[in-house]
């Protein structure tokens, strides 16, 4: 089983920064072809993709994020990162990174929808205040 874990979430004002982590590990973390997202989900709304990536380093980011976040991956710690700057009240969410393998079907676009990843993270909150 593939394992995530998410850490670096925290509270902070308008305009700051936080840089979230998500580790892999367990068996299965060492496959070759997959997408991996953040993706987030606040109090009564559905969880919704903000950075995914693949394999190849393809990256897509939400509108809303765009310009503001930046998604990385080291494959040699098997970390996933987002880097969060001018942090804005509407990004206040519990933060989850997300894993799914890929086939030879996979059309290089990394998947947006939280419906398709398979293995989560337990979630690290982001609290942005005015």
């Known amino acids: 089983q593939v394992q995530l874990v998410e850490s670096g979430g925290g509270s902070v004002q308008s305009g700051g920064s936080l840089r979230l982590s998500c580790a892999r590990s367990?068996?299965?973390?060492?496959?070759?072809?997959?997408?991996m997202g953040w993706f987030r989900q606040a109090p009564g709304k559905e969880r919704e993709g903000v950075a995914v990536?693949?394999?190849?380093?393809?990256?897509a980011y939400a509108d809303s994020v765009k310009g503001r976040f930046t998604s990385s991956q080291d494959n040699t710690k098997k970390t996933l990162y987002l880097q969060m700057n001018n942090l804005e009240p509407e990004d206040t969410a519990m933060y989850y990174c997300a894993y799914k393998r890929t086939d030879w079907l996979y059309d290089g676009n990394p998947s947006t929808l939280a419906k398709d990843y398979k293995t989560w993270g337990q979630g690290t909150k982001v609290t942005v205040s005015a």
């Open positions: 990536i693949d394999n190849y380093g393809t990256i």
């Open positions: 367990g068996s299965g973390s060492e496959y070759t072809y997959y997408n």
